[in-house]
């Protein structure tokens, strides 16, 4: 079982077949605040949408195209975070993350970020990684801005969400920046 520790209270970890149950609960108790920024939310019904999504992701992670990890705060599973895939020849990649309402405002998202973006330049020799949110989700927007991305412009209706196209915004962090960045730490 792939584990990544990022503290004494956060771990990330590669879901299993047995996930699919408490992660489809999560999702489920977490659906209408979910749904107002992630696409997917209408689509899992069931703990047996993730069983097919949960083989998928390890065969992501088993064929080295990036990775989807379940975040624990306390042994408790509150979110996910992950490389969406790998772009080896430009060594770049982007971040995708959602965290449950009620973990909210603990740093947990950040210092899951923070912890894979070390992976990624330090171990994966990435050049660059992005970040896209929504315009208006400024919770999410909060992640990269507070961990040094670059602001590179605006996708107008880059995304839709259900019934309607949302702006998205981009971030970019290099490996030069982060460097920089570790540096004044």
């Given at each position: ?107 947990i998202m950040t210092r899951a970020c923070q912890a894979i973006i070390r992976y990624a330049f330090s171990s994966l020799h ?60």
């Open positions: 079982m792939f584990t990544f520790k990022v503290d004494e209270q956060i771990e990330l970890r590669l879901l299993e077949d047995n996930d699919a149950e408490p992660l489809f609960a999560l999702v489920d108790k977490q659906r209408s605040y979910l749904r107002e920024w992630l696409p997917w939310v209408d689509g899992v019904t069931s703990a047996a949408n993730y069983s097919s999504t949960i083989k998928m992701w390890r065969k992501q992670f088993a064929d080295n195209d990036g990775f989807q990890a379940g975040i624990l705060y306390q042994q408790e599973l509150c979110g996910m975070v992950g490389f969406h895939s790998y772009h080896w020849a430009n060594r770049s990649t982007s971040i995708g993350y959602w965290l449950s309402k009620d973990f909210q405002g603990k740093g990435m050049n660059r990684i992005e970040i896209r949110c929504a315009e208006e989700n400024h919770k999410s927007r909060a992640i990269p801005e507070r961990l040094g991305f670059k602001k590179e412009g605006t996708v107008r209706d880059g995304e839709f969400l259900y019934d309607h196209f949302v702006n998205t915004i981009i971030y970019s962090l290099l490996k030069e920046d982060w460097k920089k960045l570790q540096q004044k730490s």
